[in-house]
Structures are given as structure tokens and as C-alpha cells.
């Protein structure tokens, strides 16, 4: 398992697939099989039986896991993609977007 470019809460950039060009918040990080939730993205139908949540049941609409290859963080500066690098200082370790020099939090 490999350290990750994105975390929880961080604005992402959709660069590959269907739902190409549009940018969410991330949900949930998966990163035993590098893929992530985001908010709105890569939406998909379930059919559900009736639970106590969802007493009715029926066809359920819902965000599907996208691998994390295909995002790109935002740029807190410009709102554009950018990648990311590592900075140490002392103990703490920063996120800092390449094309700004903004520090990410």
C-alpha cells in the first residue's frame, strides 16, 4: 500500500472517464485498492430491498469508487489541476501544490 496524492475532504478534478472534466469532494479514500469516493461523481443505480433506513426499497442512486489515477487535486490559488509534492519540516509532513507553491491543508 502506497502513501496517496488525496485525501479525505480534499476538491478533486476528474481527468479520465465518463465523467470527465468535472471536479467533487472526496467522500471516502480507499487505499488498500487506491480508489476514492467523491461527491456527485461516477454515479450509478442500485437496486435495494427494503431495510429500516429505506423502508420502500427500490432503484437507489449512488457515488461509485473512481481509482485515484484518474483524479487531480484543485489548486487552492487558481481552482486549476495540479500535482503535488511532499514537504518536510521537522515532524510534520506538508502537502504543496507544484504550480503555486500553495500550501494544501
Not at 14 to 40: N, P, T
Request: glycine content about 8%.
Amino acid at each position: 500500500m502506497s502513501k496517496l496524492h488525496i485525501k479525505k475532504d480534499d476538491t478533486v478534478l476528474v481527468l479520465a472517464g465518463r465523467d470527465k472534466g468535472k471536479s467533487g469532494k472526496v467522500l471516502k479514500i480507499m487505499a488498500k485498492e487506491c480508489r476514492a469516493i467523491v461527491e456527485g461523481i461516477n454515479m450509478v443505480t442500485k437496486s435495494t430491498k427494503p431495510s429500516a433506513k429505506n423502508p420502500q426499497g427500490g432503484i437507489v442512486k449512488m457515488e461509485a469508487p473512481i481509482h485515484i489515477s484518474n483524479l487531480s487535486l484543485i489548486d487552492p490559488k487558481s481552482g486549476k489541476a495540479t500535482r503535488v509534492s511532499i514537504k518536510h519540516e521537522g515532524k510534520n509532513v506538508i502537502r504543496v501544490a507544484k504550480k503555486s507553491g500553495e500550501e494544501i491543508k
